[in-house]
Structures are given as C-alpha cells and as structure tokens.
C-alpha cells in the first residue's frame, strides 16, 4: 500500500512563497513516480507537476511553469513542491500523488492534502 501525508500548507500574503512537502511510505519512495495537483473551490482538480522515479525528469502544467518547482528527496522519502510568487488564484488544496507508471497526470495513488490560502 502507497500511502502519502501532505504537510506545509497554510495563510500566505500573495507574492510569498511556500513549500510543500509530501511525505511518502517506502514502498513509494524511489519506485514511484509523484505529482502533485491542486483543487481549488468549485473548480476541478489541476494537475501542477509530477516527477520520475529517478528525480531525472519533471514536467509542469503551463499555468504554474517557472514558479513552482517540484524535487524529491530519496533518502528521506519526500517529495516537494516549492511555490513563489503566490497569487490569491493559487489558493486550494493540494494534493500528492504517486504511480508506478510514467503517465502523468495520471495517478493511481492520493494523499488526503493540505490547504493553501493566499491573501491579497
């Protein structure tokens, strides 16, 4: 069983920064590949970036590219997402996700997320 725990997340002024983290069993930590996604309120969840299982190789949505960066950490089993320039849009839950498969941003595996809120 893959099990993943968010943490990091809480009250930030628009243009701060915050970094995620994602906190994931062994089992997931070097052989899966993860991603991380946001749901903002009445919106549909978005996918905003996913890493390789060797940390060689990432891919970004559009909307989040040069602003967010995702990283992984094998040794501890983490996986991270550090966000600047935040905006009052960027305000959701964010979710971790895993798979053993290199499809994103499909995922097989879901943390339970943590909130981000962005103030103006």
């Known amino acids: 069983q893959v099990q993943l725990v968010e943490s990091g997340g809480g009250l930030v002024q628009a243009g701060g920064s915050v970094r995620l983290a994602c906190a994931a069993s062994?089992?997931?930590?070097?052989?899966?590949?993860m991603g991380w996604f946001r749901q903002a309120p009445g919106k549909e969840r978005e996918f905003l970036a996913a890493?390789?299982?060797?940390?060689?190789?990432?891919t970004y949505a559009d909307s989040v590219k040069g602003r967010f960066t995702i990283s992984r950490d094998h040794a501890e089993s983490m996986v991270y997402l550090q966000m600047n320039s935040l905006k009052p849009e960027d305000t959701a839950v964010y979710y971790c996700?895993?798979?053993?498969?290199?499809?994103?941003?499909?995922?097989?595996?879901w943390g339970k997320g943590t909130l981000v809120t962005v103030s103006s």
């Open positions: 996700a895993a798979d053993f498969i290199w499809r994103p941003p499909n995922m097989d595996y």
């Open positions: 062994a089992r997931a930590s070097s052989n899966y590949h």
């Open positions: 890493i390789s299982s060797s940390g060689l190789t990432t």
